[in-house]
């Protein structure tokens, strides 16, 4: 599917970018992004359990998921596909949602963080590793949005995480 | 913490002098004179530096007039730190877990339909 022009990258807007190198074959990384009861096995943050997930794995379809927090949060989200090219590349469009999956606003960053998210999947095959390549870019998303997410993500990039890690376990010592 | 305080912590933070101020800051309060030994920069430069520190509510300064320690105010920190927590389990920790399942399957082989729980 070719990508409308308001979907590209804006000259001088911040995308967030992460990589990482996983010791297993294309395909395989493929298919845990792609078939449902592979997605189950690890999609979502630690310690959080997936209650209930359906997807729809065609352009236009959605992966419509259901989170639950240790401490008994509920969190809705889905990806709304718009490109399907395995096993190298998946598009679509994440965002928090409700039980129906209509989208709803973040249950963080004061309702500033973006709507949705345009997010490229891409697998690079490198020997019998892959590389994966997230790339994300708020969409449709105003300015008030679009600085809430440079910060978060320009924060991360430039690692301050590091300095902060050691600052928190300065503070967590007696 | 408001978004707008936020937004002048991380931007205090967006300077690699402020943030090893910071480190430094950690091991315990300091001088002026003391911080700004590490660095090729005039005292001036170094107040400027630590002016955003304190204004983005990361360091208090002492009221002596020659002798004013800095320190470290721990609370906005921790304040920082929890919202980029947010930020760090949209994407490290499903990653983490893609990495153990499939390590996971491709140890266990063609065991893997006996639907073990990859979860942790």
Known sequence: MAMAGNEAKQVGEFEFVISRVFDAPRDLVWKAWTEPERLLKWWGPRDFEILSAKVDLRVGGVFLYHLGSPDGLEI????????????EKLVYINSFSDPAGGTTRAPFFDGKWPLQILSTVTLTAE?????????????SANEIERKTFEEAASSMQQGWSGTLENLTDYLAAP | MTTDHLSTTFSALADP????I????????TSVLELARPFEMSLPAVSKHLKVLEHAGLITRGREAQWRPCKLKPESLKA??????????????????LE???RDIQTKGKMEKKNGNGRK
Do not use: C, M, Q
């Open chain 1, 127 to 139: 020997d019998k590793k892959t590389k994966v390549t997230i790339n994300w870019l708020p969409y």
């Open chain 2, 17 to 20: 002098t402020r943030r090893a």
């Open chain 2, 100 to 102: 153990d399942y499939l």
């Open chain 1, 76 to 87: 809705w989200g889905k990806f709304v596909y718009r490109e399907i090219s395995p096993p």
């Open chain 2, 80 to 97: 920082v730190d929890g919202w980029l927590e947010h930020y760090r389990r949209l994407w490290d920790e499903p990653l983490d877990r």
């Open chain 2, 22 to 29: 910071l480190s430094r800051l950690a091991l315990g309060e």
